[in-house]
């Protein structure tokens, strides 16, 4: 059972909070001294529960799904149909249909750009992003855009790194089919207003596309709240398997795109010159789908439910205010990204050193974060970087591992000898 209210308080500043112990992966050492993990929005770690629901299907139900009339064939439907309920629940989808599985975010949205963009745009089109993309939602558009002559047009940033809404409505006009942003930024951790974006493109009829890799593992996300057209996340973010994701679509949207990939599963009928589609989400499955990890992301969702996701936001809030706090301490430090509101992240640099060199200084002492240009090369441009750190966190984070990473950056002077010059 988990504790509550004072208890509660005191256990989640000193061990998070998840307990630290559903998480095998926490319990390690890396040179010789105790993991602290720090790179979340890359991917998260597992707890038990969800890498014992993999296990557990392959155990004891593993078959093909939707085809077999036998006893494990019909188990391992009923889970991965489970599962999609299970999504469907969790972001407030009308309808577990509107769930399409996928491998991972980055499928979902090139599902769109592809299955949508490619029927619905033309020459003279607009599509219009955000500077601050992952390439994920960036390139599949560019690559569209390419062949039907759409043109790319991107809403600007404001210098403390909100987006300039302000500036929406001289980018949208009758000319935009689609509008296709980030929920919440994997570098500056910028929330957009999705609901209020959504409502302004629609007035126009253009649809919207919410990348939500960084938001759904992080707060409560409500697409009919959202008033999106389409929401893309990963699993692998959310404490679930990696190779799966879900594309969540409007109905209508779903039922009028062509299906991308050809194969088993997504088909009516098959005849030798040309074949009818299956119904909605099953005409974008073809082939074998990743039923363990539905079932592992149905896991990781129970277990999400468990804590609760306002109270997952509220603490990481709190752990990424002490962070913010705590990084501006060190001499010389550049942190990116608003104050507030912002996501479970902060991205830095030190100056004199590049942040591969102190991801490697950091990691042997046993605290992964990322570095590198975080696939946003057109925001780091923007931001006149090549590169940043990033520290990102999740619920089994504390305070202490905030210490740890800010202690060790104290030590990064004397150890490369030319901080700050
Ligand atoms: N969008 C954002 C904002 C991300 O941070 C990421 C991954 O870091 C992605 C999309 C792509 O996620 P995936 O690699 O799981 O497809």
Redesign the pocket.
């Given at each position: 059972m988990r504790p509550t209210g004072d208890v509660q308080e005191h256990q989640t500043a000193t061990t998070g909070l998840f307990l630290r112990d559903d998480f095998p992966i926490l319990q390690r050492m890396v040179h010789g001294v105790p993991l602290v993990y720090l790179d979340n929005?890359?991917t998260t770690q597992k707890p038990t529960v969800v890498i014992e629901a993999e296990a557990a299907y392959y155990r004891t139900s593993n078959a093909n799904v939707h085809r077999a009339i036998h006893t494990l064939g019909e188990e391992a439907t009923r889970q991965y149909e489970q599962a999609r309920a299970t999504v469907a629940s969790f972001i407030g989808s009308p309808a577990p249909e509107q769930c399409v599985f996928v491998r991972?975010?980055?499928?979902a949205l090139n599902l769109v750009a592809w299955a949508w963009g490619m029927d619905h745009l033309s020459s003279g089109d607009e599509i219009l992003l955000t500077v601050m993309e992952?390439h994920?939602?960036l390139v599949p558009w560019q690559m569209v855009a390419k062949r039907t002559g759409a043109r790319l047009r991107f809403l600007p940033l404001a210098p403390d790194g909100t987006l300039r809404l302000d500036a929406l409505d001289t980018f949208l006009s009758e000319r935009t089919k689609i509008v296709a942003f980030?929920h919440?930024?994997?570098v500056l951790g910028t929330i957009t207003p999705v609901a209020e974006i959504c409502r302004r493109a629609q007035r126009l009829g253009a649809i919207t596309v919410v990348?939500a890799?960084?938001s759904v593992p992080h707060q409560p996300v409500d697409v009919t709240a959202l008033g999106c057209d389409f929401l893309a996340f990963?699993a692998?973010?959310m404490y679930g398997p990696m190779g799966i994701?879900v594309l969540w679509g409007r109905l209508e949207r779903l039922q009028e795109m062509e299906p991308l990939f050809g194969g088993g599963e997504m088909i009516l009928r098959v005849g030798l010159e040309s074949s009818t589609w299956n119904e909605v989400p099953y005409k974008f499955e073809a082939g074998t789908p990743n039923v363990a990890g539905a079932i592992g992301l149905a896991a990781a969702i129970d277990y999400l439910r468990g804590i609760g996701m306002e109270a997952i936001a509220g603490y990481e809030s709190q752990l990424t205010e002490y962070a913010l706090l705590r990084l501006r301490s060190v001499p010389g430090i550049e942190v990116y990204g608003p104050e507030s509101p912002r996501g479970s992240l902060v991205a830095f640099n030190v100056p004199g050193v590049h942040p591969h060199d102190l991801s490697q200084f950091l990691d042997q002492q046993g605290i992964a974060i990322r570095a590198g240009h975080h696939?946003a090369q057109p925001l780091l441009k923007h931001l006149c970087v090549v590169a940043t750190a990033r520290a990102s966190f999740a619920p089994y984070n504390t305070r202490a591992d905030v210490d740890a990473l800010v202690d060790a950056l104290g030590r990064v002077g004397d150890f490369f000898g030319h901080v700050g010059s």
């Open positions: 929005a890359a991972n975010a980055t499928e992952h994920s939602n980030t919440v930024s994997n990348d890799a960084q990963s692998h973010k994701g696939c």
